[in-house]
């Protein structure tokens, strides 16, 4: 490969992964395999769809230069040395499967998975090998992206391990995951691994103005629940943030009301939204806990990512709750939405967070409480 400048135009923030990425580039020096790791939605497929690009351009300039025959393959997704293996399950539908490849490549930063509990199977990676087994179109490079690399069965596992042992010429291996703790340590220690970070507000903000109309309060206001997320900014430009924010602070009072009043509140937040909606009002109730706390400390006001738009009632909160919890509260609500997206249901997991949130405060007797109640 010739010694080339690379570029990354259109990727948010990262800059420590991409300075990495562009000296390998520069210096000729490029591992077989790279493991792109990091949370979800702060652009590590972006990131690698520009570096697998960069990789297969013809120009011997700034890759990828956007003009040679291998950049306008890649632009109509018809790269022949570009593949990309991601979870599906085994009957998925061709045209689905098609649907979803098209989104990768158009909307990294959006891009999800519409199937329930995906896999990578022995299968695809079969395939691949064989594939890989063929001599390399013309002598090209050829680059193949893992999604999601962790939720490769174990089998197909060890069917990549032994392509990375012994990788073939010319190829460049990118896994992606936010979970690479569950990946075995024998492909952790074939790959090298370039760690993406959660992006800053200025960051978010940037992104949301390149997809979204909103207005700039609108845009501040979002990134700054958006905890460091694009993918979840922009999931979260379709929702009314503040209503969400109205909601968890009603859930947090019904903690301090009596059983019945509490199993109410619960059944009728479960009658009226679906578990997505509930898993957002419960990312809401985390963010509120955050700013609540950072307030009682004293911190916040030079956190960008606090907002206060409701001072006051944090105020109100931590006077009349001075022996909150707020650990333990945080860490609850955090198991809450882990059990939500694990298919627990809903009831169940509403109606134990509330018993636990009024525990939190350890001080208060009950009448105490229902005095306090007035949040
Ligand atoms: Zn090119």
Redesign the pocket.
């Known amino acids: 490969m010739n010694a080339t400048e690379i570029t990354f135009d259109g990727i948010f923030g990262q800059e420590t992964a991409k300075r990495f990425l562009a000296q390998a580039f520069r210096q000729g020096r490029l591992a077989h395999c790279y493991l792109f790791f990091g949370p979800e939605g702060v652009g590590k497929l972006a990131t690698a769809l520009a570096f697998a690009r960069a990789l297969v351009?013809?120009?011997e300039q700034q890759?990828?230069?956007?003009?040679?025959r291998?950049?306008k393959l890649f632009v109509a997704r018809s790269h022949p040395n570009v593949q990309v293996i991601f979870p599906h399950p085994k009957s998925a539908k061709e045209s689905d499967v098609q649907a979803v490849l098209e989104e990768i490549f158009s909307q990294p930063y959006i891009w999800h998975s519409p199937w329930a509990s995906p896999s990578i199977s022995i299968d695809e990676v079969r395939s691949l090998r064989r594939e890989l087994g063929l001599s390399s179109q013309g002598g090209e490079i050829r680059v193949i992206l893992f999604l999601d690399a962790h939720l490769m069965t174990a089998e197909a596992t060890n069917a990549l391990l032994k392509t990375l042992e012994e990788p073939p010429e010319l190829t460049y291996f990118v896994l992606i995951s936010s979970s690479p703790d569950q990946l075995l340590p024998t492909i952790l220690s074939r790959s090298q691994q370039v760690r993406f970070s959660f992006l800053s507000v200025q960051e978010i903000t940037a992104g949301l103005a390149r997809f979204t109309d909103l207005p700039e309060d609108r845009r501040r206001q979002i990134a700054r629940f958006a905890q460091g997320s694009l993918r979840r900014a922009l999931a979260l430009a379709g929702e009314n943030v503040q209503q969400l924010r109205e909601q968890a602070v009603e859930l947090l009072r019904a903690a301090f009301r009596n059983a019945p009043q509490r199993a109410m509140h619960v059944t009728q937040l479960v009658q009226q939204h679906d578990r997505r909606v509930l898993m957002e009002i419960l990312e809401s109730l985390l963010h509120w806990l955050r700013d609540a706390h950072y307030l009682r400390l004293g911190l916040g006001d030079d956190q960008p990512s606090v907002g206060y738009e409701d001072r006051e009632t944090l105020q109100r909160f931590n006077e009349r709750f001075a022996d909150f919890d707020f650990d333990s509260a945080i860490a609850e609500v955090d198991l809450s939405i882990h059990m939500l997206r694990r298919y627990v249901q809903p009831n169940l997991v509403l109606s134990v967070l509330l018993n636990h949130l009024r525990r939190c405060e350890k001080h208060a007797n009950s009448t105490e409480k229902l005095r306090r109640m007035a949040l």
């Open positions: 351009c013809q120009s890759r990828p230069c956007g003009t040679c291998n950049c």
